[in-house]
């Protein structure tokens, strides 16, 4: 049995609709720049008042319009972002460069297929 490690659900443009729509369940997501590239792995835990959807509409008032992103409904919210961190410095070297910035305080490694 292969475990998908990585998050490859199609993007979606970070507007005020798209936030809207999002339920206010726990998960994990990924906001990029018009690109792809993952510029942050954020988390939708118990302290978001609505989940997802309050996480990703904080980020579109922070970061304005042009962004894109992918979440995934998941109650083991914290282990999956830790793994998605883990994952994507496997990948490219680094964290995400606004996960960078604060990085969480203990990380492992991972080594994925």
């Known amino acids: 049995?292969?475990?998908?490690?990585r998050l490859d659900k199609?993007?979606?443009p970070l507007t005020a609709e798209e936030a809207e729509r999002l339920p206010g369940q726990l998960g994990i997501?990924?906001?990029a720049d018009a690109t792809?590239?993952?510029l942050y792995i954020g988390e939708a835990g118990a302290?978001?008042?609505?989940g997802l959807r309050s996480e990703l509409q904080s980020q579109l008032a922070e970061r304005g319009a042009g962004c894109q992103f992918r979440v995934e409904v998941n109650?083991?919210?914290r282990?999956?972002?830790f793994e998605l961190l883990m994952v994507h410095q496997h990948d490219h070297g680094a964290l995400p460069p606004d996960n960078a910035k604060n990085p969480p305080p203990v990380l492992g490694r991972l080594s994925p297929a």
């Open 47 to 50: 302290r978001s008042p609505f």
């Open 1 to 5: 049995m292969s475990m998908r490690l």
């Open 36 to 38: 792809g590239t993952v």
């Open 79 to 81: 282990s999956r972002w």
């Open 29 to 31: 997501y990924q906001i």
């Open 75 to 77: 109650q083991q919210y």
């Open 10 to 12: 199609p993007w979606k």
